[in-house]
């Protein structure tokens, strides 16, 4: 069923009820609803950012959006150039150097890379998206947490040497490529600057280099989103001061019956945070919560637009931004399913252990409240017999660890963790 339209009811002020009009089948209906949740995702119109690519229309090769890209079919033995380093672009590039005899990848910023391994061959984000470590970085100036991470990632392999090391303090959100310095490293993947011009078979750069006998441009220069289906006057789009209250109501909206879920950039998993963004608008349309007045919402979003400039040193083109385990807690306050750590170490010391110094995961907004999930706890607890299921298919004989030697880096966690209080206190 495709949706060709949502538009406010003519009594909307009163009753804040929507009219769809959908088409199935070649055949169209207008329906009447009471809410409307838009999930159509935010990476769904991809943008081509043509204008900002000199004399590209001179250039009598191959030119295609990442969108496009499925396979490695038919890049055999050819030269491509990939203009953009963001996730897609940078898995497209170390695949496809695979087949093709030379890939450029071009960049205006650079970025940051995070490898899909951490210590011990777990993934980044278990070790990277806990509590005890959004404590500490949130008591931290912000300038010592950016350095820190930063430093974490030069520490897998020096951003400027490989030269893709962003520019500037802003902080820019990293993507995740193990594979990428192997491939500079090779030669098979090459890093250029901003492109400069176009001519009809090679493209100049901005330190003067030129590629000749280029083949292949394929546009990895994001996506964008928007609306066609509604009026433009319900949602006005605002990247620096912010278009939605939480991420999710459209600002100025005489009826909160409509909510925006997953357009956000949180750096962790965007469908858990769509999870509870759903339970809080559900929550909402129901009544049994209620957004505040016009002063309490321009509170909320200066300082929405103060945090972001905290975190990423600009609130600039980035409202969809947030800090991942603050965002949350704020969404699951406002239904009552949020945590009090400190009774938790009273009452379940060994679950708010779990908690504090595990992954951050929806389970964890299952323990209380409504909604709430008897299994929650149980799923915490095992959770890391999951993680480690799918790496055990060979079994063999295992040197036992001491017992002091297991609770060393609990005991190191434990110390920090202390230290950051005292400091908040």
């Known amino acids: 069923t495709t949706v060709c339209r949502v538009e406010k009811h003519s009594d909307f002020p009163v009753t804040g009820q929507w009219l769809v009009t959908t088409e199935s089948n070649g055949e169209k209906k207008t329906d009447i609803f009471d ?12 943008v081509a950012a043509m204008n900002t690519l000199p004399d590209i229309e001179k250039f009598k090769g191959q ?31 170390t695949e496809l150097c695979t087949r093709a005899s030379q890939v450029y990848l071009s960049s205006r910023q650079g970025v940051w890379v995070l490898q899909r391994c951490k210590n011990g061959g777990l993934p980044f984000d278990l070790d990277f998206i806990c509590r005890y470590k959004n404590w500490i970085s949130t008591i931290m100036p912000p300038a010592v947490s950016r350095w820190m991470l930063k430093k974490a990632m030069n520490d897998q392999f020096d951003h400027e040497l490989y030269n893709i090391q962003p520019e500037g303090s802003v902080w820019k959100e990293p993507l995740v490529n193990e594979e990428l310095p192997s ?8 890093i250029k600057p901003h492109v400069s011009r176009f001519t009809e ?27 066609p289906f509604l009026d433009e006057s319900i949602v006005k789009k605002d990247e620096n001061k912010g278009s939605f209250y939480k991420k999710i109501i459209p600002l100025g909206i005489e009826k909160p019956t409509i909510a925006f879920i997953a357009f956000i950039l949180p750096v962790g998993p965007t469908m858990v945070i769509a999870e509870l963004q759903s339970r809080w608008a559900t929550k909402l349309f129901k009544g049994l919560h209620k957004l505040p007045d016009t002063e309490g919402i321009r509170k909320e979003m200066l300082k929405d637009e103060q945090l972001r400039k905290k975190w990423f040193a600009t609130a600039e083109n980035n409202f969809r931004r947030t800090n991942y385990i603050g965002y949350m807690d704020d969404l699951s306050a406002d239904i009552g399913v949020d945590l009090n750590i400190w ?22 907004f299952r323990l209380t409240g409504p909604g709430k999930w008897d299994g929650a706890r149980e799923a915490i607890l095992t959770q890391w017999d999951r993680i480690e299921k799918p790496l055990r298919t060979r079994l063999p004989k ?18 920090i963790l202390l230290l950051a209080i005292i400091l908040r206190g």
Request: some cysteine.
């Open 35 to 46: 809410a409307v949740m838009v999930c159509t995702g935010q990476h769904a119109q991809p």
């Open 63 to 93: 030119i295609i959006h990442c969108q496009e890209y499925k396979r490695p079919i038919g890049f055999d033995g050819k030269r491509v150039l990939i203009i953009g380093m963001g996730n897609t672009g940078v898995d497209i590039s």
């Open 183 to 190: 491939r500079i490293l090779s030669g098979s993947i090459m």
């Open 201 to 227: 078979n090679s493209v100049h750069f901005a330190d003067g280099s030129v590629v000749d006998n280029l083949d292949i441009v394929l546009l990895a220069t994001g996506y964008d989103y928007s609306f």
């Open 343 to 364: 009774k938790l170490f009273l009452t379940d010391p060994v679950l708010a252990w779990k908690v504090v110094f595990g992954p951050c995961n929806p389970y964890q």
């Open 398 to 415: 295992q040197n036992p660890k001491s017992h002091l030697e297991s609770l060393i880096p609990w005991i190191l966690c434990f110390g």
